[in-house]
């Protein structure tokens, strides 16, 4: 890429116009253009770098495209379209910028089922002031519990920094034990565990079931691959203890959901707070809505109202890599799935 040449940016994504400008004046190389919600196929032939929420074009009809950021963490659910399996396009995603509110909400439901809310929600449901509440409420210290969390990314780690500043002990699982730090991600400045200090043990992932036996609470939070489809079964279920909870945050898929509505009405686990599900949305039919030791929330973890802002952020530190020549951020590993 001559570094005097024009770099054509389209935009199939909602940004307002304030961050539009503020992509543009990054360099006055960039030729930033919004088209959402559609792409036609004039402006996609010129287009060098593409941020899309959903548009992926044909291969034969994007000749210069070299370089594809995500709108999202995942990318699971685009891999099937053949232009993210282009070798000489770079993919990237906004990992990380989720990692606050996400933690957030795990610690959040954590909580919840410590103290008994959703029983309580249902008394104040009835007015009704029970007579012995001590007798029904007995949260456990938050300090003399364990969390163990599947997947140390940057969901984990942010979770693992709020979870210890309670005192809790912090236990984690990740694909590669080798190292411990976060590399090429991006990290939101004073958040996470970019060197991967706080676990007090980190386990192999296929020793998930191992940590489940020492967790009050099992956090989920890999990206789904071919790898982690249904990593929580009933093997790693039967594993947690009776007043264990599970929390998953990733994607229906990392959990097996059979296995998962057995677990939760046989009293095999105390209960489960789920954000995401196999099938979305969830069925009306679904067992899990009526099982009353279920917290259901409808994909919003991961969201929040300035998260075009956030992705932003992301977008124009690898704008200003990709004009440097220098590796970007958040750049999907296509052996991996992520």
Known sequence: ???????????????????VAELREISPRLQVERHFPGVSPDVIARTEILYTTGYYPEPEQAPKLRWIQMNSAGVNHALHHPIMRAEDIVVTTTSGIHASNMAQY??????????????AFTLQSRAEWPDEPHSLFEPVDMDLQTVGIVGYGSIGR??????????????????????????SAYVMPGFGDPNGDIPDRIYPAATVASMAKD???LVVTVPLTEATEHLIDDEVLSAMK?????????????VDEKALITALSSGQIA????????????????PLWNLDNVVITPHLSGFTRDYHDKAA??????????????????????????
Not at 246 to 253: E, K, M, P
Not at 271 to 283: K, N, R, T
Request: net charge negative; charged share 25%; hydrophobic share 45%.
């Open 1 to 19: 890429m001559a570094e005097t040449e024009p770099v054509i940016v389209t935009l199939a994504m909602d940004f307002s116009d304030e961050i």
């Open 242 to 254: 009776e007043s264990a909870v599970l929390i998953n945050v990733s994607r229906g898929a990392v």
């Open 271 to 286: 209960g489960a707070a789920l954000d995401v599900f196999e099938e979305e949305p969830l069925p009306n039919t679904s």
């Open 158 to 183: 942010e979770l693992a920094r709020l979870c210890s500043m309670i005192g809790m002990t912090v236990l984690a699982s990740k694909r590669d034990i080798s190292s411990t730090e976060e590399m």
């Open 313 to 338: 952020r992301v977008f124009k530190e690898n704008l200003r890599r990709y004009l440097d020549n220098r590796p970007l951020l958040n750049q999907m590993d296509r052996a991996k799935g992520y």
């Open 106 to 119: 795990c610690l959040m439901t954590m909580l919840m089922f410590n103290y008994q809310m959703r029983f």
């Open 215 to 217: 967790s009050d609470y």
